[in-house]
């Protein structure tokens, strides 16, 4: 099966520091990926659509300095969270869209971002 | 717009109890429906899914059924264990498109 990885599934830092978070598709090649933020207890928000090779689609009130997104090959996107403060901290998933396999979405394993 | 609307939990049953989650949608088209799990502490797991009218998706004793007359795609087990504890997310997409998420529910099953 198509399986979408995280790194690093769980991360605590100061606040002020950049965080890096990396999706990565493992069997297949992602011509988009997508990155959602989820706070306790709620649903996934989306953030981003990022396409490979090109710029990172913002949903409204997600903003684009904060959060970076790059989706530099078929198989990787990272998000960086710059400047993190603690309202960032947050469970960050992100899901990926196999090309010819129907379209179909393969959601990563998350990556828990904590800020002190 | 498009939205998904889940009955709100947590849901808490016995261990062989009977599940039901209702969802429903609202929607301009025809959307492929899903149901997603989230153990704790993970990133969601598709549990299934149906792509048009009269479809039933069924995984691991779950099942749910496409009906487009009720705009609904209720997820039902007959007999829930334990190690179904967790949040369940109802979902619809368009072919193209991003996913639309329910809000979850959080299905607590004592032992």
């Known amino acids: 099966g198509a399986v979408v990885s995280q790194h690093p599934s769980w991360v605590i830092c100061k606040s002020g520091t950049s965080v890096k978070i990396e999706c990565r598709s493992l069997d297949f090649q992602a011509t988009t990926m997508f990155w959602y933020r989820q706070f306790p207890k709620q649903s996934l928000m989306l953030m981003a659509t990022s396409n490979e090779g090109s710029k990172a689609t913002y949903e409204q009130g997600v903003e684009k300095d904060k959060f970076l997104i790059n989706h530099a090959s078929l198989t990787l996107s990272t998000l960086t969270v710059t400047s993190a403060h603690p309202e960032d901290s947050s469970f960050y998933i992100c899901?990926?869209?196999?090309?010819?396999?129907?379209?179909?979405?393969?959601f990563g394993p998350g990556t828990r971002l904590t800020v002190l | 717009g498009d939205s998904v609307t889940q009955m709100e939990g947590p849901v808490t049953l016995s261990e062989e109890a009977f599940l039901t989650i209702n969802c429903t949608y609202t929607?301009?088209?025809?959307?492929?429906l899903f149901w997603y799990v989230q153990y704790p502490g993970e990133g969601l797991q598709l549990l299934l899914k149906a792509t048009k009218a009269d479809d039933k998706g069924s995984n691991k004793g779950f099942e749910a059924t496409y009906r487009k007359e009720t705009t609904s795609f209720h997820l039902e087990k007959g007999s829930v264990q334990v190690s179904d504890s967790a949040v369940y997310f109802c979902?619809?997409?368009?072919?193209?498109?991003?996913?639309?998420f329910g809000p979850g529910t959080r299905l607590s099953v004592l032992p």
């Open positions: 899901s990926a869209r196999a090309s010819g396999r129907n379209n179909e979405q393969f």
């Open positions: 979902a619809l997409l368009y072919y193209g498109q991003n996913f639309v």
């Open positions: 929607a301009t088209g025809y959307p492929s």
